[in-house]
């Protein structure tokens, strides 16, 4: 770790952040949808046009479940706030995500971000971060969504006290029932329910960045080659996106409003213009998904969907 402090982990956990607060229009909707590939090869899909476009007017565009991960801004900038966490910056990875959806989001608003750490792990060479943030609608109060990101700092871990037990700390919040992530090697012998190809444009990372995501690492090529990459690359949250796209346009008929629970592993880096194929399985119920994303061949990314049940089963 060079001259960076040891992990204090009874400050980190002590640390109480300070709220903060999100606003946006339906033209910041429509800018996401956008910016994670909506609508997709064909620009006037039925079910994609609809997150960035609607005759009736943009106050009735539709709200990608995704959008929610934008709303707790410069996460990075929050994490170097807390006290006792000491790591290098550009040895940070976002590792996993998980977001839970209690209330259909507004196409405008103004949103309150309550955050706290949900998990503190030593993992010998590395230590891993666990950011919890609840989100409010400030116009009616209602808690809309849950975001979890977790973050593997590389180089941070060996702040145990015991070197026979490594300091491990975990009190995860879910508000819904049943949300029990499938596991992929359930399928690895059975085809999947669906695929989608999609392509990501070359410029993706400038255009997803107009969301609020103003890492270096995905727009400038000199930031790109210190951290070993040949040009920038694509942000892991906007290949969850592209993922979660597919699952609504492949098994939720174009409606996000099916969508209550995504988890996400990012197991490789993307670069724009790269095609995304996301295959996906369903299981008995109709309401549990798993889906693999694969970057020209690799796999980039993989997780699962909880979905309400499909209107047929709920008759």
Known sequence: MGDVPR???????KFQFPENFYEYTERDVALYALGVGAPGPNPVDPLEL?????????????????????WPANLTETLKSVDGLHYDPKLLL???????????????????????????????KAAIVELEVLSYDVGTGNLLCLNRFTIFLRGAGGFSSSSS????????????????????????????????????????????????DYNPIHSDPAIAGQAGFERPILMGLCTLAYAVRAVIRCLCFGDPGRVQSVQGRFLSHVFPGEKLVTEMWVDASGSKVAYTCKANGRSVLSGSVTLTPPPSSRL
């Open 7 to 13: 992990i204090n982990p009874d400050l980190v956990l």
């Open 50 to 70: 609809p997150f960035a476009y609607h005759p009736k007017g943009q106050e009735f565009i539709r709200v990608l479940p995704t959008f929610a991960v934008v």
């Open 94 to 124: 976002h590792g996993e995500q998980y977001l839970e959806i209690y209330k259909p989001f507004p196409t405008r608003g103004r949103i309150r971000n309550s955050s706290r750490i949900a998990g503190l792990h030593d993992k010998g």
């Open 165 to 212: 037990k490594l300091f491990s700390y975990s009190k995860r919040t879910s508000n819904l029932e049943n949300v029990v992530p499938l596991k992929m090697k359930a399928f690895t012998d059975s085809p999947p329910t669906a695929v989608f190809e999609d392509e990501s444009h070359t410029s993706q990372a400038l255009l997803y960045r107009l969301s609020g």
